[in-house]
C-alpha cells in the first residue's frame, strides 16, 4: 500500500496570504488528522476529520480549517498567515477506530515558511 | 489534562551501548501510551504501542517499553545501539476512544561509533 501522501512538500509565503496544504490518507483509512510541529511548541494536535466530517479540533485559532473529501483526502488551510505559522504540518491517517487499535500512519509533511 | 514529559531532550550514546529514553505521563484515566521515532526530512513511524495487558511491549528495530503505572512511565530500551538509531523520539499518550495524541517534547539521540 502507498503511505499518506503529502503535497507540496515545501512552501514559501509572505506573512498575510492563506495557504492550503494537502494530504491523501493511506487506501481504506477514513479518518485524516493533522498536527503542528514546531521547535518550541513540539508537536501539536490541529483537527481530525472522519468521513467528511470534523470530529475532533486542537486549542488553534479559528485562521486554521480543514476539509475532508467523500475519498478521505483532506486539505488544511491557513489563512492570515503570521511568523509564527512557520512549522512542519503533518498528516495522519488511520481507519477511523481507537488510536489504541488503529495507530496514525504519518506523511513526511509539508515544511511551511512564512516569512 | 493529560501530558508527557520526556526527561533529556539529547541522549548520546556510542555504538552497541544501551539506549534509555525517558517517558512520563500524566492521565487521569488509564492512558494508552505510543513511541514513534522520527528521522530526518520524514514523519513519524511508530515503534510501539501499549494498550492492555503485559505491561513489557516489543516494538520494531529491537526497541522495548515497560509500562509502569505505579510511576506513571513508559520508559523505551533498546539493548545495544545501532548508528541506524539516530533519531528523535517522541512518548505520545491517549485515552479511551480519543482521536488525538498527546506528544512529549522529543528526545534527540545521538549515537558515535
Known amino acids: 500500500k502507498a503511505g499518506v501522501t503529502q503535497t507540496p512538500r515545501y512552501l514559501i509565503k509572505t506573512r498575510g496570504q492563506q495557504v492550503t496544504l494537502s494530504c491523501s490518507p493511506i487506501s481504506g483509512h477514513r479518518s485524516v488528522s493533522w498536527y503542528q510541529q514546531t521547535p518550541g511548541q513540539g508537536l501539536q494536535f490541529l483537527f481530525e476529520?472522519?468521513?467528511?466530517?470534523?470530529?475532533n479540533k486542537g486549542n488553534f485559532p479559528g485562521r486554521f480549517s480543514g476539509r475532508q473529501f467523500s475519498n478521505s483526502r483532506s486539505e488544511m488551510n491557513v489563512s492570515t498567515l503570521e511568523l509564527g505559522d512557520s512549522a512542519l504540518y503533518l498528516c495522519?491517517?488511520?481507519?477511523?477506530?481507537?488510536?489504541?487499535?488503529?495507530?496514525?500512519?504519518f506523511g513526511n509533511g509539508t515544511r511551511l515558511t512564512v516569512t | 489534562a493529560q501530558s508527557v514529559t520526556q526527561l533529556g531532550s539529547h541522549v548520546s550514546v556510542s555504538e552497541g551501548a544501551l539506549v534509555l529514553l525517558r517517558c512520563n505521563y500524566s492521565s487521569s484515566v488509564p492512558p494508552y501510551l505510543f513511541w514513534y521515532v522520527q528521522y530526518p526530512n520524514q514523519g513519524l513511524q511508530l515503534l510501539l504501542k501499549y494498550t492492555t495487558g503485559a505491561t513489557l511491549v516489543k516494538g520494531i528495530n529491537g526497541f522495548e517499553a515497560e509500562f509502569k503505572k505505579s510511576e506513571t512511565s513508559f520508559h523505551l530500551t533498546k539493548p545495544s545501539a545501532h548508528m541506524s538509531d539516530a533519531a528523535e523520539y517522541f512518548c505520545a499518550v491517549t485515552e479511551g476512544a480519543g482521536t488525538a495524541l498527546i506528544f512529549g517534547k522529543g528526545t534527540t539521540l545521538s549515537v558515535s561509533s
Open positions: 495522519a491517517s488511520s481507519d477511523g477506530t481507537e488510536l489504541y487499535n488503529s495507530p496514525l500512519h
Open positions: 476529520y472522519f468521513s467528511e466530517t470534523q470530529r
